[in-house]
């Protein structure tokens, strides 16, 4: 299993890899230093060429290990059915309410399907230049290709906006993210130019 810190609300620059001990063992080394892995192969033991020895070498970054420590103690409190639900809700909301704004496409509504991502664009802007306008009126939204150099082949179109909900989103955070983007088609601001 792998996953970024930052995707389990823990800070940038830190993730897990997850391997059974017998996997992790083939697994070559691919970083020395630090500990005893600076000094000469023959000093090396079988315990330090073993995980997670040869996984974590020099000097390890401890602000974001307990970063992502707490923010696995949080996440334990809570229920996982409960922030599956909380996610439904929030896109059950959502989704209406974006259907309903003229020349919304959303991408992800019969392909990748998920309860906490929806996909869209909103026709004649640029993902980025919605993502700066929202930005501006303290609405945070994702645009362009998510880091993903296959977008265009997956949804036709190489820049896009999406919403990510979280624990921290509620109702009001959708209604003001509509708002927004019916203020962007309704009457659209000097500081975004429709193309």
């Known amino acids: 299993m792998v996953f970024s810190g930052h995707k389990v609300y823990g ?30 192969l023959t000093e090396i033991t079988n315990q330090d060429l073993f995980s997670p020895n040869k996984f974590e070498v020099g000097t390890l970054p401890l602000a974001q290990i307990f970063g992502l420590g707490a923010s696995f103690e949080f996440l334990n409190k809570i229920n996982p059915l409960d922030i599956s639900q909380h996610h439904k809700k929030l896109y059950s909301y959502t989704l209406p309410k974006l259907k309903k704004i003229k020349n919304v496409f959303i991408h992800n509504q019969n392909l990748l399907v998920t309860t906490n991502i929806i ?5 004649g802007y640029h993902a980025h230049d919605v993502v700066d306008y929202c930005g501006k009126n303290n609405i945070l939204l994702r645009g362009g290709d998510f880091c993903c150099p296959y977008l265009s082949k997956v949804i036709g179109t190489n820049a896009a906006l999406r919403i990510s909900f979280g624990l921290y989103n509620n109702y009001a955070d959708i209604d003001k993210l509509i708002n927004c983007l019916c203020e962007i088609k309704e009457k659209p601001s000097s500081d975004l130019l429709a193309f």
């Open 11 to 40: 800070p940038t620059g830190i993730g897990v890899l997850w391997l059974k001990k017998e996997l992790a063992e083939k697994f070559p080394h691919v970083l020395w230093g630090g500990g005893k892995m600076i000094g000469p």
């Open 119 to 123: 996909i869209f664009n909103l026709s």
